[in-house]
């Protein structure tokens, strides 16, 4: 049998770069001028969202390698109880590169290889989480993309009429390390609830 893959060290690992993320802010904030912050916040966003994708990655290739039921029952095809994490892996991101689009694309993402009832897809779909998942991906793309679209969706994510850069929104208010804060809260949950 495929070993386990270990959940709850996946979201222990995703506090910690959380954590190492704020230390680089504040470090930041007191050695550098204003332009080079609005850049470190906008570094920040783009850190965190890798890191919360590559969680998510772990979580759902860890779900998949300990039940398959789900990915059964939507494909029709009768996979063994267990797989190997590589081929979870393959299976989750179909042989490229992990992503999902908001909030309710990452819902979309996970309820393809779990039961609605399923602790992952239930933390996700809590309303204490959604402006900040929201937010994590309109803003990481208005960062990584400074187009006028993903600008609009960053706007109708921190529902504001007119918003600068991503990173001068983010430092405004400490509003990634509220962000932080919130993701660190998703993934103790996480750590609580996952069975390994």
Known sequence: M????????????????????RAFLEMAKSSMSDQHVT???EYGILRLYRSFEALMLDLLV????????AISQQTGIDFPKHLTAEVCEYLVTNGKGFDF???????KTIKRFVQDDHYLCEVVKQPKYKVTLEQLSALRNYAAH??????????NAVDQQKIGTAGGW???????????????EFAREIEERAPY
Do not use: V
């Not at 270990?6 to 954590?19: H, R």
């Not at 689009?101 to 819902?107: A, E, P, T, Y």
């Open 101 to 107: 689009q908001g909030r309710d694309g990452l819902i």
């Open 2 to 21: 495929p070993r386990k893959l270990g959940l709850k060290k996946s979201a222990l690992e995703f506090m910690q770069e959380a954590l190492e993320i």
């Open 146 to 155: 400074d187009s006028e679209h993903a600008k609009d969706r960053a706007k």
């Open 62 to 69: 860890g779900a998949l390698n300990h039940d398959t039921s």
């Open 170 to 184: 983010l430092k405004s208010e400490d509003r990634l390390e509220k962000i932080i804060d919130k993701l660190g």
């Open 39 to 41: 850049w470190a916040y």
